[in-house]
Every structure is written in C-alpha cells, then in structure tokens.
C-alpha cells in the first residue's frame, strides 16, 4: 500500500473512534435523562456513566497518541 492509503486510513480511523466516542457519550447522556424523566433506575445508568465514557475517552486518546507519535517519529526520521 501507498504512504498516502495508510495514512488516510489512519486519519479515518481517528475520526471515527473520536465520532463512536462522541455518540456514546450522547447516547448515555441521553439515557440519564430518560431515566431521570420517567424515575426509573438513575444510579445505573449513572454508574455505566462512570465507567463507559472515561474508558471510551481513554481509548480514543490512545490511538490518537499513537498516531501523533507515529507521525512524529517519521518527521524525524525525514530530517535525518
């Protein structure tokens, strides 16, 4: 594969981990309300919450840290 493939690749594949991230986020924030508007279970959804997008949050930052990292090494390696 071309340099230029890849690196969309890895681009679309940034973009789209941070969008999923995005929609969980929305989609728990979402279902708090829901719970909180018809006073149904709010501490479990508060508690998926609490795990779910920090450990989603953590998971985007990783591959977006990798791929800056990666992108770094190879600007150095071009001043070389």
């Not at 594969?1 to 969980?24: D, Y």
Request: proline share 1%; glycine share 2%.
């Amino acid at each position: 594969m071309s340099h230029k493939v890849i690196r969309v690749l890895q681009i679309v594949s940034i973009a789209l981990i941070w969008v999923f991230v995005i929609a969980v986020a929305v989609w728990i924030a979402n279902l708090i309300l829901v719970a909180h508007e018809h006073r149904d279970a709010l501490d479990a959804s508060v508690a998926i919450s609490i795990v779910a997008i920090p450990l989603f949050l953590f998971l985007a930052s990783i591959l977006t840290y990798v791929y800056v990292g990666l992108q770094r090494g190879k600007a150095d390696e071009d001043t070389l």
